[in-house]
């Protein structure tokens, strides 16, 4: 059952904590994602990978830290840097990111709120 | 002015009419357009694409490209209350990776 799958569903944080939320995919995708979307807002890009070991940030990263290991796994840290948490947490993955019809798939999505 | 602006809407149409959805953008160069649907509490979902000038079909769905006036349309169909929905417009320019997105038009189809 090819996918992107997101856990957890939701996440709660403490004040100073750092949480990290997981994405991982079986879709043989090169290129990974991570959105960031509050009520009423679109969607907005924290970070991005083209290939494994390699990163880039978004337009809102500050506050935020990723890794990329291995090609079907894409973490997303919250640190305690991130003043404003609580969003709901979006991962996608696409074929290449470099490709004009380049689509994107999103997981189901982590919820993170703040105690 | 935002990259990709969309009308937040709620668009209230009747079962079975024509929705239509409207999203303009600023960056000249863009060349890959996405309509998403997202259920209230869910992850967006892709519901068509179009890359060149003209109407794309797909079933209910057409979208509509028009480069010149940088505009891209959703026009649905036969309208059901299970079209309900907040609809993203999304663009990708040139050769950049990023998509960006519309704050989405909510819609809503009533019996």
């Known amino acids: 059952d090819g996918g992107i799958t997101q856990s957890p569903k939701y996440l709660f944080r403490k004040e100073g904590q750092n949480v990290t939320l997981s994405c991982e995919q079986n879709?043989?995708?090169?290129?990974m994602y991570w959105y960031r979307q509050d009520p009423g807002q679109g969607l907005r890009l924290i970070y991005y990978?083209?290939?494994?070991?390699?990163?880039q940030k978004g337009d809102i990263a500050e506050g935020y830290s990723v890794s990329r290991e291995k090609k079907e796994s894409f973490p997303l840290t919250v640190t305690s840097a991130q003043k404003n948490p609580t969003a709901f947490y979006l991962c996608?993955?696409?074929?290449?990111?470099?490709?004009?019809?380049?689509?994107?798939?999103f997981g189901a999505g982590t919820r993170l709120s703040v105690l | 002015q935002k990259e990709v602006e969309q009308n937040s809407g709620p668009l209230s149409v009747p079962e079975g009419a024509i929705a239509s959805l409207n999203c303009t953008y600023s960056?000249?160069?863009?060349?890959?357009f996405f309509w998403y649907r997202q259920y209230s509490g869910k992850s967006p979902e892709l519901i068509m694409s179009?890359?060149?000038?003209g109407d794309k079909e797909d079933g209910r769905f057409t979208a509509q490209l028009n480069k010149a006036s940088q505009y891209v349309s959703l026009l649905i169909r036969d309208s059901q209350p299970s079209d309900s929905a907040t609809y993203l417009c999304?663009?990708?320019?040139?050769?950049?990776?990023?998509?960006?997105f519309g704050t989405g038009t909510r819609l809503q189809v009533t019996l």
């Open positions: 999304a663009v990708k320019g040139g050769t950049a990776s990023k998509l960006t």
């Open positions: 179009i890359y060149s000038n």
């Open positions: 960056d000249r160069v863009s060349q890959s």
């Open positions: 990978s083209q290939i494994v070991n390699d990163f």
């Open positions: 996608a993955s696409s074929i290449d990111a470099s490709l004009a019809k380049n689509i994107q798939y």
């Open positions: 879709l043989n995708h090169d290129a």
